[in-house]
């Protein structure tokens, strides 16, 4: 075996005692088996930038190439969290290849050629950050959970700048409110500033990989020093006029937790579109979903059709109409998107397009004939 290729056991050794504190993991140890064989080097993506990333490897902290596996699909490009195969020896140091992903949260872009970006990857936890010291705005807050849900993660909300709420039966009501809008989801009040609630937060993203998520101004990054227990993160004041913030965090960064685990702080996100996302609208709204089951027409579009058990529920105020509202909306979205890249399905609503024209054209005539 030449020099280049360490022996099997003692790369395992090593990668167990440097990367352990990353998420390695014998999982993961299996999946690098045939890599680790060609002599090359597990790391994880902690940073990425133009091109290159910075990798922790059992070799020490590296600066990986990416042009090797710059791949046409955006899907596929290194991110930050991923598991990679690097040369240790190359000049520069290519990372190889991507291990599979065990979950990503992936958005839409703005570019016209419907493009779906990569924001992290092999994440446990995603703590969606809220800030109290502005208006609630629910739908953006069900927006991120369908992002969250469909990533394969599992989503918690952190209502940060708790310390803002004057009284504590105020902080029930907004906490209540939170919780209406995201069943199945833990719903943390926490305050950088108190230290209320940071530490129920930290024992929950101690184990696994945990990525915090929200706009400029939610407090991420304030967050995020506080889990890490020190000032890793750049903190800028947010603006009294409307609570916002300008993007303190630039990069998608991955540490280290002192008391286990690894966190992402991810830049502020303007934009939150979603990316064939059907099945993270769905548990996002799970009690419509249930309702739903119980219509007396399999196909019912929960309009005006007789025996609609989710028209029901608004009727008799256990469904709030502004969740079905943002159901419908999301829903449509999402099929938009997944309409740009699927021949099929852009086909499907075309016709029901036409079917609902006609089906208006013909009310509307059926009226002039009464009318007359």
């Given at each position: 075996?030449?020099n280049t290729q360490p022996h099997t056991?003692?790369?395992?050794?090593?990668?167990?005692?440097?990367?352990?504190?990353?998420?390695?993991?014998?999982?993961?140890?299996?999946?690098?088996?045939?890599?680790?064989?060609?002599?090359?080097?597990?790391?994880?993506?902690?940073?990425?930038?133009?091109?290159?990333?910075?990798?922790?490897?059992?070799?020490?902290?590296?600066?990986?190439?990416?042009?090797?596996?710059?791949?046409?699909?955006?899907?596929?490009?290194?991110?930050?969290?991923?598991?990679?195969?690097?040369?240790?020896?190359?000049?520069?140091?290519?990372?190889?290849?991507?291990?599979?992903?065990?979950?990503?949260?992936?958005?839409?872009?703005?570019?016209?050629?419907?493009?779906?970006?990569?924001?992290?990857?092999?994440?446990?936890?995603?703590?969606?950050?809220?800030?109290?010291?502005?208006?609630?705005?629910?739908?953006?807050?069900?927006?991120?959970?369908?992002?969250?849900?469909?990533?394969?993660?599992?989503?918690?909300?952190?209502?940060?700048?708790?310390?803002?709420?004057?009284?504590?039966?105020?902080?029930?009501?907004?906490?209540?409110?939170?919780?209406?809008?995201?069943?199945?989801?833990?719903?943390?009040?926490?305050?950088?500033?108190?230290?209320?609630?940071?530490?129920?937060?930290?024992?929950?993203?101690?184990?696994?990989?945990?990525?915090?998520?929200?706009?400029?101004?939610?407090?991420?990054?304030?967050?995020?020093?506080?889990?890490?227990?020190?000032?890793?993160?750049?903190?800028?004041?947010?603006?009294?006029?409307?609570?916002?913030?300008?993007?303190?965090?630039?990069?998608?960064?991955?540490?280290?937790?002192?008391?286990?685990?690894?966190?992402?702080d991810t830049p502020g996100l303007r934009?939150?579109?979603?990316?064939?996302?059907?099945?993270?609208?769905?548990?996002?709204?799970?009690?419509?979903?249930?309702?739903?089951?119980?219509?007396?027409?399999?196909?019912?579009?929960?309009?005006?059709?007789?025996?609609?058990?989710?028209?029901?529920?608004?009727?008799?105020?256990?469904?709030?109409?502004?969740?079905?509202?943002?159901?419908?909306?999301?829903?449509?979205?999402?099929?938009?998107?997944?309409?740009?890249?699927?021949?099929?399905?852009?086909?499907?609503?075309?016709?029901?397009?036409?079917?609902?024209?006609?089906?208006?054209?013909?009310?509307?005539?059926?009226?002039?004939?009464?009318?007359?």
């Amino acid at each position: 075996m030449s020099n280049t290729q360490p022996h099997t056991s003692s790369l395992t050794s090593a990668a167990q005692d440097t990367l352990a504190p990353y998420g390695w993991d014998t999982a993961w140890e299996a999946e690098f088996a045939p890599y680790a064989a060609q002599g090359l080097l597990p790391g994880r993506v902690v940073r990425v930038d133009r091109g290159q990333c910075d990798l922790v490897t059992p070799r020490g902290v590296m600066r990986g190439d990416t042009e090797f596996v710059t791949p046409r699909d955006p899907m596929r490009v290194v991110c930050t969290g991923d598991w990679v195969a690097v040369d240790p020896d190359g000049d520069p140091q290519f990372v190889r290849t991507l291990l599979p992903r065990r979950t990503a949260i992936v958005r839409s872009t703005s570019s016209k050629r419907s493009e779906g970006q990569v924001l992290a990857t092999n994440i446990d936890h995603i703590v969606i950050c809220v800030s109290l010291a502005v208006e609630l705005d629910l739908g953006r807050i069900e927006r991120f959970l369908a992002l969250a849900w469909e990533s394969g993660a599992q989503p918690l909300v952190a209502l940060t700048k708790a310390d803002l709420v004057p009284d504590v039966t105020g902080l029930s009501y907004l906490v209540q409110d939170v919780e209406t809008t995201a069943p199945g989801v833990q719903v943390i009040p926490v305050s950088s500033a108190t230290g209320e609630g940071v530490e129920v937060l930290t024992a929950i993203v101690s184990g696994g990989t945990s990525v915090l998520l929200g706009v400029s101004g939610a407090g991420k990054s304030t967050l995020a020093n506080a889990l890490l227990g020190e000032d890793v993160m750049d903190v800028q004041a947010t603006r009294d006029v409307d609570g916002k913030g300008r993007h303190t965090t630039t990069t998608r960064n991955l540490l280290v937790m002192p008391g286990g685990g690894v966190l992402i702080d991810t830049p502020g996100l303007r934009g939150v579109g979603l990316w064939d996302a059907e099945a993270g609208v769905h548990q996002v709204f799970s009690e419509i979903e249930d309702l739903a089951a119980q219509c007396r027409f399999h196909d019912c579009a929960h309009e005006a059709e007789p025996g609609c058990a989710v028209l029901g529920a608004i009727e008799d105020g256990t469904l709030p109409e502004r969740r079905l509202d943002s159901y419908r909306k999301l829903i449509r979205e999402n099929q938009r998107i997944v309409a740009k890249t699927d021949a099929r399905l852009r086909a499907e609503i075309r016709r029901d397009w036409k079917l609902k024209g006609a089906q208006g054209r013909a009310a509307m005539e059926a009226k002039r004939g009464r009318v007359r």
